[in-house]
Structure formats: structure tokens, C-alpha cells
């Protein structure tokens, strides 16, 4: 049904229709940047902009990373024992963190999320190397989601490296205050492409023409 570009791509689409209401949640540490960003600036001055700028998204990382702790410990259980899930989580979570508060230059928060994008999709590249979905199944770990792992596990890849090429593109081509915008509404944007094309993998799945 779907064999042509234009097909897939009409599908993509579509499933951005009617989406369900999206959590508070994706909302809050773009709100923390975006409002904490002009107030830190006023207060320390033009000459510490990048001060300001650093020690903003300081926070809504940390907010953003307080509110999917659980998740990510939760993810890593399925693959490792206790003690190593939660000593791997405040790893991935402190990390990013220290090394943001040892700076004051934006292009490291920048930087940043290009890190996380490597990282992630190089993960769920090497599951794609070892033809395994270990990765996958952390994140989809329902019964009905297991036929589709192999094709979920591929999308991945795709998803992290489409993002990563786009911040990339972003900070070349604007102003560090653009891409603070762009930062505070990431997590809307991807929860709904990221939705899109799950449901792209199983349409296709169901119809026996996976990617």
C-alpha cells in the first residue's frame, strides 16, 4: 500500500492530525530557560551574557533531567542491575551538568545536545551493527510493540542523526538567542515527530513492508 516516497510520506504526515494533548511536563524547562534567561541577564549585565546564558539553561537541564530521572533509571533496569542503573543515570545526568557549570560560553549548552544526539543514536547504531533491540525494547517494552523493534531500533538511528545534522545546522546558521527558542520547544517537537514515526514503523509493519 505504502510502496512509494510520496505514500510514506503522505502517511508521516497524517498522523500529525488530532494529536493527543501533550504533558505540562515538555512545557516546564523551556519555561525555566526562557524566563530565567532575560532575568539573569538584567541582573548581571550586559557583560556577563554568556554567564546568563549558561547558568539559564543550567537549570532547565536540570529540571529537564529531574523530570525523566525516573524513566531513564527505569529503561536501564531492563539491561542492568539496580545499583548499575541508578549509578549509570546520575552519571548521564551529573555529567552534562558539571561540565556546564565549569563554563560560561553558550556553544558548550549548544554542544551539549549534539552530545546527546551522538550519543543516543550511536547506541541504538550499534544495536542496528549486532542486530539486537535491547535498546528498543527499554523504550517500547509492551508485548504488542516486540515484532516492531528491529524497525523501531532502525528509526532510532534515523531520529538522533536527523537532529543532530539540524542543531548543527542551527547553530551555525543562528544567533544563540534563536537557538534558545529552538531549545525550549525541542522536547515538543520531538515527542511529535518522534510519535509520527512510530506510527509511520508500525503502519508499515502491519502492512508487511517494514523499512
Not at 543515570?89 to 545536545?113: H, N, Y
Not at 551522538?118 to 550499534?126: A, H, K, P, S, T
Not at 539486537?132 to 534515523?158: C, G, I, Q, Y
Request: net charge negative.
Amino acid at each position: 500500500m505504502y510502496r512509494h516516497p510520496f505514500d510514506l510520506v503522505r502517511l508521516f504526515l497524517s498522523l500529525f492530525q488530532d494529536l493527543p494533548p501533550l504533558s505540562r511536563a515538555l512545557y516546564l524547562p523551556g519555561a525555566v530557560l526562557l524566563i530565567g534567561y532575560p532575568v539573569l541577564s538584567v541582573m548581571l549585565g550586559p557583560d556577563h551574557e554568556g554567564q546568563a546564558f549558561v547558568t539559564a539553561f543550567l537549570a532547565a537541564l536540570a529540571v529537564r533531567l529531574g523530570l525523566g530521572f525516573e524513566g531513564m533509571v527505569r529503561r536501564m533496569l531492563t539491561r542492568y542491575s539496580t545499583a548499575q542503573a541508578v549509578l549509570f543515570a546520575v552519571a548521564f545526568a551529573l555529567l552534562p551538568m558539571l561540565v556546564l557549570a565549569a563554563v560560561d560560553d553558550p556553544v558548550w549548552c549548544q554542544r551539549m545536545q549534539s552530545v546527546f544526539y551522538v550519543v543516543i543514536g550511536g547506541v541504538f547504531l550499534i544495536d542496528v551493527i549486532q542486530g539486537k533491540t535491547a535498546t528498543a525494547a527499554s523504550f517500547w517494552p509492551d508485548a504488542e510493540m516486540r515484532d516492531h523493534l528491529p524497525n523501531l531500533t532502525r528509526m532510532m538511528v534515523v531520529y538522533n542523526f536527523a537532529f543532530l545534522l539540524l542543531n548543527e545546522t542551527l547553530i551555525r546558521a543562528l544567533d544563540t538567542s534563536y537557538w534558545l527558542l529552538f531549545w525550549a520547544v525541542l522536547p515538543v517537537i520531538g515527542h511529535m515527530i518522534l510519535r509520527a514515526m512510530v506510527l509511520t514503523v508500525i503502519n508499515l509493519d502491519d502492512d508487511a513492508h517494514p523499512i
